[in-house]
């Protein structure tokens, strides 16, 4: 399927760039985190306050293997630690074509600095945090990726410009 599916870190910008991505070739915009958040009527917080994180990793899998049922073709985010499990990585491969939007971590922190919406990002030191998790999660998101995308110091033209040209390479070949 020629869904696009943005993958990465918390914070770097999968919501935002994927909401003008979706003006930009014309699909809608869907967010598994906000699909999940519909489903449960509760925040990503509450969910992971009451049921835990693996309850939430579960909802995840069920909202990836979901989406194979919608007819049109979707712009996707999906929450940052999505293509963590490798069942989910396998589903996104078949899903459509991942894209990998890649933020250093000063920026993330910067971005994320006075965030209380993020669990995982609710402790002493986020700053170190962020910079551990990248660490483990980048070759991740590179595996589970058909193409990455830097974005810091760019626009959302230019990271826009840049997806739709490795989409409509991919759609062509
Ligand atoms: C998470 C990322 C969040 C959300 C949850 C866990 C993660 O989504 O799914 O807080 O493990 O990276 P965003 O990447 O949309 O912030």
């Not at 070739?25 to 969910?47: A, C, G, Q, W």
């Not at 894209?99 to 000063?106: D, G």
């Amino acid at each position: 399927m020629s869904n696009i599916i943005l993958i990465g870190y918390m914070g770097c910008g999968k919501s935002t760039i994927g909401k003008k991505l979706s003006y930009a070739v014309r699909k809608p915009y869907v967010d598994t985190d906000k699909l999940i958040e519909t489903k449960e009527k509760k925040t990503i917080s509450t969910i992971f306050s009451e049921q835990g994180e693996e309850a939430f990793r579960e909802m995840e899998t069920a909202c990836i293997k979901s989406l194979f049922a919608q007819k049109q073709e979707h712009v996707i985010a999906v929450g940052g630690g999505l293509p963590l499990r490798s069942q989910n990585r396998a589903l996104l491969k078949k899903l459509g074509t991942v894209i990998y939007l890649r933020a250093k971590p000063e920026t993330i922190y910067e971005r994320l600095k006075t965030d209380t919406t993020r669990p995982l990002l609710q402790c002493a030191d986020p700053k170190e945090k962020i910079s551990q998790m990248l660490l483990q999660r980048a070759p991740v998101y590179e595996e589970a990726a058909a193409y990455v995308v830097d974005v810091d110091n760019k626009s959302f033209e230019q990271i826009i410009k840049e997806i739709k040209e490795k989409t409509d390479e991919t759609i062509s070949h």
